[in-house]
C-alpha cells in the first residue's frame, strides 16, 4: 500500500497514535478510538461513529463540535469490537444519551447491537443507525439489506448538527434514520486496494476496465464495465441514483463526490463539473456540495457518488457549522476538556470453579495455544479465499482473534483461574482484538461455552457435549445464520450432529470428535455449491460459488485442531 515499511499487525494502532498525536486539538485517545478532546456540555446527546480502519476521515476524522462526540476505530476493514464501543460511549456520555452509526456491515451491526445491549442494561439510553446508502448491494425494496458506504457522512453530519443543538435523543434518531432514508450512493473503482503488509491488491480490475458496485473494504464491484470517459462515468451515475430515489424527494440535493483513495482532486473536479450539469439539466438544485476524499478504501483508485435529498430541516442540518480534523464548516468554537473521564470496569468479578475446573485450566490454555498456531500458519489461505467475494481480512482477523484468546488463556490460568475462566478471558479477547463478523460469533461462542462449564463441577463427553452446543446457539442466536446460508454454521451444525450421534453410539470423546471434525471439513468444502445469503459476499453471491465459505473452512481447521490436540493429551496422560 506504502513505500514506508511498517509493522502490518499494528498499523491501524500506529496510525491513531499518529493521528492524535497530530490532532489533539480535536481529539483524545481512548482504549478502542478517540473522544473529543473539547468540551461536552452536560445534558448533550453522544454521537458514537465508527468501523474498520482503512477509510480516513472516516471515521476518526470526523469527531469534532458539530459532528461526531467519538469515534471508535477496529483495525483495517475490521468492525470494533462491542467492548471499545461501549468504552468509548461511556466516555463521551453527559446523560442525555448516545446514538450509535455505523455502517451496515454483519460485523459493525452484531458489535454495535452487542454494545447497545450491554449500555442499555447499565441503564444508557442508546439508539443506532445502521446507514444503508449503496444501491448496487441490494434492490429498492430491500433498503435494510444495503451497505452504508460515502452516505455516512450525510447520516452523521445532519445527526452531530442536531445533537449540537440541543436536541433530545429521540429526535436526533428520527433526524438520522429520515437521512439515511433520503440519501444514495454508488461507486466505481478502476484498481482494488491493498492491505498493509499484503503483496497483492484484495482485487483486480481488467485493462481497460472498470468494476462497478464495489464496496469499501475491497468487496469486487458486481458488475464490470469499459473504461469511461468523465462525461460517461458522470452519466452512469447519475442516471443509476436517478432511478433510486427516495419517496417525495423534492429538488434539493447535497452532492458528495467522493475520491476512495489515489484519484486525485483534479479529477475528482473534472468529474464533478460533469456531475453537476446533469443535475441541472434534470431540474435539480445542488446545496453545498462536497467534493473530495471523504470515506476512503486505504489506496483503492475509484470514486463514489452521493445524493442527499434534503427537506427544510435537514437542510439547515446540513449547513450547520462543524469543525473536525478532517470536515469543516462555518464557525463554531469548544473549550477544551480538562476534565479526566474515568473508565467504568464492567467486570463483574470471576465466580467460583470446582477443583476439576481448576485443575484443567491447563487443557484449555493448550487448545487455544493449538488453535493460535493453526490460524497463524492459515492467515493467508483463508484471506485468500475471504477475497474471492468478500474482503480478505478473515485470515487475519481470525489470526489475531486466536493470539489474543491464547494470551488471554495463559494470563487467567497464571492468576490461579479455571478451565471456565480462561475460556471466557478468551472469548472476550477474541471479540475483542478480532473484530469483524467472525470475532464477534467465535467470542460469542467462546464465552457462551465458558458459562456451560460453570453449570458443571465435573469434566466429562457431556460436558464438552454441552459446551459445543451452548457455543453453536450462541453463534446462530446472534448471527441468525441457518444451514444453507453459506456461512461457518454450515460446517458448525453437522459437527455439532455429528458429535451427538457419536457419543450417543458409544464412541470415546476423542474418537467422536475427530468423526465430527471430519464431517465439518466435507461439510465446510460442500459451501462451494452454496450462494452466500449473508455478509458481505451476499451481494457478489455468482463470483462466490465455486469456492468455500472461508468461515465454515476456519471451523473446520479449529475443531480438526483442537481434536489432534485432545488425543496428544489422551497419548501423553
Known sequence: ??????????????????????????????????????VIPDGRVGLVVGGGSGH?????????????????????????????????ARTVHRGAGVLLGYGNYAGDVLHFGLAQEQLRAAGMDVRSIAVTDDIASAPQDELHKRRGIAGDLTVFKVAG???????????????AVRANHRTRSLGVAFSGCTLP???????????GMMAVGMGIHGEPGISEAPLPTADELATLLVTALLQDTPDNPGNRVAVLLNGLGTVKYDELFVLFGKINALLQENGLEVVQPECGELVTSLDM??????????????????????????????????????????????????????????????IGVRLFRAVDELLTAAEQELGDLDAV???????????????????????????????AAVTRAAGEAWSEQAGGTSGALWGAAICAASASLLRTSVLSQDTALAAVDAALLAMQSLGK???????????????????RAGLADGLSLDLAWENAAATATAAAAATAGLRPKLGRARPLAEKSLGHPDAGAVSLAMVVSTIGHSMMKEDTHG
Not at 402 to 419: I, Q
Open 1 to 38: 500500500m506504502t513505500a514506508l515499511q511498517s509493522d502490518a499487525s499494528t498499523f491501524a494502532a500506529d496510525m491513531l497514535t499518529g493521528f492524535e498525536a497530530a490532532n489533539s486539538q480535536y481529539v483524545k485517545a481512548v482504549d478502542g478510538g478517540v473522544v473529543r478532546s473539547t
Open 56 to 88: 480516513y476521515p472516516a471515521f476518526a476524522g470526523l469527531v469534532g463540535p458539530g459532528l461526531a462526540a467519538g469515534a471508535v476505530c477496529g483495525n483495517i476493514f475490521a468492525s470494533p469490537s462491542a467492548s471499545q464501543i461501549s468504552r468509548i
Open 197 to 207: 503488509g499484503a503483496t497483492k491488491p484484495l482485487f483486480t480490475v481488467p485493462e
Open 481 to 499: 445464520a441457518e444451514p444453507g446460508d453459506k456461512t461457518m454454521i454450515d460446517a458448525f451444525v453437522p459437527f455439532a450432529d455429528s458429535l
Open 389 to 419: 467475494a468478500g474482503d480478505g481480512d478473515h485470515g487475519i482477523g481470525m489470526q489475531r482473534g486466536a493470539h489474543a484468546a491464547a494470551c488471554a488463556a495463559e494470563h487467567s490460568a497464571a492468576r490461579g483461574e479455571g478451565l
Open 161 to 175: 448538527a442536531a445533537a449540537e443543538a440541543g436536541h433530545t435523543l429521540d429526535d436526533v434518531e428520527q433526524i
Open 301 to 362: 483508485s475509484g470514486v463514489s457518488l452521493t445524493l442527499f435529498w434534503l427537506d427544510d430541516d435537514l437542510e439547515s442540518l446540513w449547513a450547520a457549522p462543524a469543525d473536525s480534523p478532517a470536515y469543516r464548516k462555518g464557525s463554531i468554537s469548544a473549550e477544551p476538556d480538562l476534565v479526566v473521564h474515568q473508565k467504568v470496569d464492567l467486570d463483574a468479578g470471576s465466580p467460583l470453579e470446582s477443583d476439576a475446573l481448576i485443575s484443567a485450566a491447563p
